[in-house]
């Protein structure tokens, strides 16, 4: 049973447009939502995190917009580039976890065609 | 630092043998984790670890084992290979669970094929 829901499973995107990922999550148990990217060959990396009690959060061409009420939550990268292409995973963490291990949802490979 | 450093990078088992994927963190994080990773299926958590000498299962234990006899150190032993097992692995590495730290960091895998 996946706990967290991630589409598309690939995209793509030309130079300059606007990619969009979306999750969404059953458990209201999570209390934070990072999104990971990975490279080829690479171990997946922290891009941007936001936590439930903000709409919005923006870091330079990366944005994630969350809706709490609706338990969704999306990546947008403007202006996407080739060396955006890689593969994007959201993530939840439950507060009632011990540790601070993470639900990954099942990853989006983004392709940014130049 | 290194961060976090996973070896073998690649392997290929028979089924039925057994393997260690070995795991070092230089940061002195407390907390440790083993994902398997498979086409469209995210990451897995296997087993976590929150400090020397305590371990716990996650998401999808069966077939492996874990220890943790040192901060540094989190090796994944897989005791009768099965095709099952055929993933991408990687251990992860993060602080305590504050509110400022709250970043994982990985390694950058183990591709374990057992045919």
């Known amino acids: 049973q996946q706990q967290v829901k991630q589409s598309p499973q690939s995209l793509i995107v030309q130079k300059g447009g606007i990619s969009i990922i979306n999750c969404a999550y059953e458990?209201?148990?999570?209390?934070?939502f990072p999104w990971y990217q990975q490279f080829p060959g690479k171990g997946p990396a922290l891009l941007i995190a936001i936590r439930p009690d903000v709409s919005e959060k923006k870091e330079g061409r990366f944005t994630i917009s969350f809706n709490k009420s609706a338990k969704q939550f999306s990546l947008h990268i403007m202006d996407s580039q080739p060396g955006d292409s890689a593969t994007y995973f959201c993530a939840a963490r439950n507060n009632n976890n011990a540790g601070n291990m993470l639900t990954f949802g099942g990853g989006t490979r983004l392709m940014v065609k130049p | 630092n290194a961060g976090v450093t996973q070896t073998p990078k690649f392997r290929i088992l028979k089924i039925g043998q057994s393997m260690t994927l070995q795991c070092t963190q230089d940061?002195?994080?407390?907390?440790m984790y083993w994902y398997r990773q498979d086409p469209g299926m995210g990451l897995k958590l296997i087993y976590y670890s929150v400090g020397a000498g305590i371990t716990d299962k996650g998401e999808v234990p069966n077939g492996y084992n874990v220890s943790r006899s040192t901060t540094e150190d989190f090796p994944l032993r897989l005791e009768l290979a099965a095709p099952s097992q055929t993933s991408v692995y990687f251990c992860?590495?993060?602080?305590?669970?504050?509110?400022?730290?709250?970043?994982?960091?990985f390694g950058s895998g183990t591709q374990l094929s057992v045919l």
């Open positions: 940061m002195n994080h407390n907390y």
């Open positions: 458990n209201t148990a999570f209390d934070y």
């Open positions: 992860a590495s993060s602080y305590t669970r504050t509110a400022t730290n709250e970043k994982l960091f």
